[in-house]
């Protein structure tokens, strides 16, 4: 009897075999399968969740890509049908905007809304203007791709149905808050036009911060877990632990006066009267005395009846040429010669220098003989302008002294400029090729110092340190400073561009120089040392921001209290808050005002009006403003700012005008109605897109990562 080894010996190549084919489907198909029924999260989690549904990692990325497809099907049947697709209202592609879609029709549903696929197709009637054949829509359907894979007829249906679902919940929410009520004119009118003067008493919720009993290290972990994908925002109630992209950078500083003092005594008298000599015939003319009228012999009844000179072109009365040039002109045709002369002046300086020493052309100079030619009736001969044509020396001696220092210092900037930007771009190359040797063989190069470059050049240097957009802003000078650079698509072919953008934007390279300028005349020259793209920290290096945040939010309700106190001791004695906190050493009564609610500031009417930021207060927001324009004058309030970092006490001590007043103002019709409508509007819609909003709430929305933007935004 054969035993089984001998049958292992007999069939041991063809079993050699299935036990490889069985090895490999063990490793490649596998794990997929273990992956699947209770371990089917196991890559894949959850993404976000609400009441009723969730979505993983994949089902998000599939539902992003099919609201694309969706959108692509909807233009490429208007384009067909000869509508242009830009016009279309379509949802948008992003992680939020396919949640939200989901949001709405649940509503839709909740709400009795049905879309069959009768309603889908109705619409695609009007998308197309009936004018595409259903085998022209199956060609668009079967162009369809999410990665891949095709898209069926059947998801397309399923994702339009989902999509008029959303948009019936909004036609049906805008009919909720459309029109322009009269009460809304009326409250945009009072927040443009009614000053308010209040009394206030700020409490610092982050002073009260060290009374709060510290948290366990679960409570924060949790507390730090909850906010850790949040950037913070300096107006936002809720903090944020992930840290801003932020960057480092070195530059010098040429103060304009500075340089120009510096190169003063270069422009000696001998260099003014060159100059005056070289461009007086462009430049310093003097103005034409006007000549006497002389008596025309013509009689009034012949002038009156002498028809006037017109120009057969425009059938207008002739305008001398001279007049034309010197007239007013329309402001966008000055700030457009203005822009394109900061393009060209620099090419058209030593043009029209080489002009000016030129003689005239042949063609000019048999001009000019032709015209004295035929004034006189005699020989023409060339005339030289007396000195009386040009305006003296001594008169234009201080506008040209100061055109030199200018032009002198500007030159002097460029040098150094020059030099450095070489100095910073030959150490970048030399640590390029240092690293790429090997950091280990030989010294590394030296980094300009730009603190030794302005000790020599007489210039001023800095250096930010790591800094967010944000901080970078504030920083005197050059955080608001600009460039003009080239730009072919732009109007005039220039644009200015940031000094944050250089630094912060996309393009923007380690030790690349960068110069811009301020609005005082001063110049910089820039190079980043330092780029760390933002972050989220471990929770034990944010430990300590976080349990600082933790304690802030905790401390809130402390200063409510503390300034509730305040407001009742004012009520009950009837008092001022100044009389209320007399005599204490902890907080202060100032008076503020008077404000408005919203404020256009030096904005053109037609600008919206924002939020006014009256001196005194921190940042105080839309509901400290709500709550000061509820008071009748005498009347208390608690109230806090935007961030919730002071908490206020807040008296109102008069209005102007007054109600009465304002209200006769308004009906009296004085004031502008579109700036009313305006802001009505932007009232509207920002109740409208609080509703929206209201969704997420309402269906506990939860984020297990921020949401991601389309891609390209």
């Known amino acids: 009897m054969a035993g089984s080894f001998d049958v292992f010996r007999k069939y041991q190549r063809s079993l050699l075999v299935a036990v490889a084919i069985l090895a490999m489907l063990a490793f490649f198909v596998l794990p997929p399968f273990l992956q699947m029924g209770s371990n089917a999260s196991y890559g894949d989690p959850v993404v976000v969740s609400w009441k009723g549904g969730s979505l993983r990692e994949s089902e998000l990325e599939r539902a992003v890509a099919m609201q694309a497809a969706v959108n692509r099907f909807i233009m490429q049947s208007a384009a067909t049908a000869g509508r242009d697709p830009s016009r279309l209202s379509l949802f948008p592609e992003n992680e939020e905007a396919v949640v939200r879609t989901l949001l709405l029709a649940a509503e839709a549903r909740e709400n009795g809304v049905v879309v069959s696929d009768r309603a889908v197709n109705d619409y695609l009637s009007q998308v197309t203007n009936d004018m ?277 210092a500007e030159k002097k900037i460029d040098a150094i400029f020059t030099a450095a930007a070489a100095d910073v771009t030959g150490y970048a190359e030399d640590l390029a090729v240092w690293r790429a040797r090997g950091e280990g063989k030989a010294a590394e190069p030296r980094r300009p110092d730009p603190e030794a470059i302005a000790k020599v050049q007489g210039l001023e240097s800095g250096t930010t340190g790591m800094v967010s957009v944000r901080d970078a802003a504030e920083i005197a000078g050059i955080g608001r400073s600009f460039e003009f650079t080239p730009d072919p698509g732009s109007r005039f072919g220039v644009r200015q561009q940031s000094w944050l953008e250089m630094m912060f934007g996309r393009s923007s390279l380690l030790l690349r120089p960068a110069t811009s300028r301020d609005v005082d005349g001063n110049r910089y020259l820039s190079w980043k040392i330092e780029d760390r793209p933002e972050f989220t920290p471990a929770f034990d290096e944010a430990k300590a921001n976080v349990e600082k945040a933790w304690r802030i939010v905790e401390a809130r309700e402390l200063s409510r209290k503390k300034a509730a106190e305040i407001v009742r001791k004012a009520e009950s004695e009837k008092a001022t808050l100044e009389a209320a906190v007399a005599g204490r050493d902890d907080v202060k009564a100032t008076q503020v005002g008077p404000f408005t609610f919203l404020t256009q500031g030096a904005a053109p009417l037609d600008a919206p009006a924002v939020l006014s930021s009256p001196k005194g207060l921190d940042l105080p927001g839309e509901a400290f403003m709500k709550a000061v324009f509820a008071l009748e004058p005498g009347g208390t309030a608690v109230v806090f700012n935007e961030p919730e970092t002071v908490c206020y006490c807040v008296r109102l001590v008069s209005y102007e005008p007054t109600a009465d007043e304002l209200r006769q103002r308004f009906l009296d019709g004085r004031e502008d109605q579109a700036r009313l409508v305006m802001v009505s509007q932007r009232q509207y819609q920002r109740q409208f897109g609080e509703w929206v909003g209201s969704l997420d709430k309402k269906y506990a929305v939860e984020w297990k990562r921020p949401p991601r933007a389309a891609r390209g935004e």
Request: net charge negative.
């Open 132 to 408: 595409v054949r259903p085998e022209q829509l199956n060609g668009i359907i079967a162009g369809l791709r999410i990665g891949p894979m095709g898209v069926s007829q059947a998801d397309l249906f399923s994702a339009l149905r989902t999509d008029r679902a959303a948009w019936a919940s909004l036609i049906m929410g805008q009919a909720a808050f459309s029109g322009d009520p009269p009460g809304w004119r009326w409250e945009a009118f009072r927040r443009l036009e009614q000053s308010a003067v209040v009394e206030v008493v700020p409490i610092d919720v982050r002073g009260l911060a060290d009374e709060v009993p510290g948290p366990s290290e679960a409570v924060l972990r949790a507390f730090f877990d909850r906010f850790k994908e949040r950037l913070p925002e300096p107006e936002s109630r809720e903090p944020g632990f992930r840290e801003p992209h932020r960057v480092g950078v070195e530059y010098l500083v040429a103060n304009r006066k500075k340089v120009e003092e510096s190169v003063k005594a270069e422009v000696t008298d001998e260099a003014i009267a060159a100059y005056y000599e070289k461009n007086k015939e462009r430049m310093f003319r003097a103005a034409k005395k006007e000549e006497p009228a002389k008596e025309d012999s013509k009689t009034e009844d012949s002038k009156k009846q002498e028809p006037k000179k017109e120009d057969p072109a425009k059938n207008e009365p002739t305008t001398p040429e001279s007049v034309k040039a010197d007239g007013p002109a329309k402001e966008g045709d000055r700030v457009e010669r203005e822009v394109k002369r900061l393009d060209t002046d620099d090419a058209a300086k030593p043009a029209a220098a080489a002009a000016a020493d030129k003689p005239a052309a042949e063609g000019d100079a048999k001009s000019t003989v032709d015209a004295d030619k035929g004034a006189s009736g005699g020989e023409a001969k060339e005339s030289t302008p007396s000195s009386e044509e040009f305006e003296p020396l001594e008169k234009v001696k201080d506008r040209i002294r100061d055109d030199l220092v200018r032009e002198r």
